[in-house]
């Protein structure tokens, strides 16, 4: 076995033709739950696209779980604790436990809310990697 593994879930084009969900939400398109298709331990990750007007249908908040929501195209809103917040390609989302949270893609939007969401449930991390190695002296593969 090996310590790595490769999915490829398409250019983000082609993300709305996904079908995916988690088993307490309904199944929808543009939604991929990446966890589900790979080993992740400490992570999970979705990739989803929404088209003009359609939203989430749904408030949630996690008790232990913080997210990321990383906006690649698009534009939109995301519900958060009751305030509206626009969101755009290159917007980045970071969401504490105990938050509200909810999303749309914009009504008039000619294309495609697209982003990726990351989450976890981990302890806190250090400012910078205390678990790494580095070798400068590694030949690179290419």
Known sequence: MTGYEVLNVGAPEVWRDHVGGF???????????????????????????LVAGEECGYW??????????????GTGQMGLDGEAVDVSAGSIVRVSPGTWITWR????????????????EGGELPENPTDAAVDFERPMPW
């Open 105 to 120: 893609c914009d009504p008039n939007e000619p294309g495609e809310l697209r982003w990726i969401c990351v989450r976890s």
């Open 60 to 73: 949630h908040t996690h008790s232990k779980t913080e997210e990321a929501y990383i906006f690649l195209a």
């Open 23 to 49: 088993a307490v939400f309904p199944l929808r398109p543009g939604r991929r739950v990446v966890d589900q298709e790979m080993s992740m331990q400490y992570i999970g990750m979705t990739v989803n696209a």
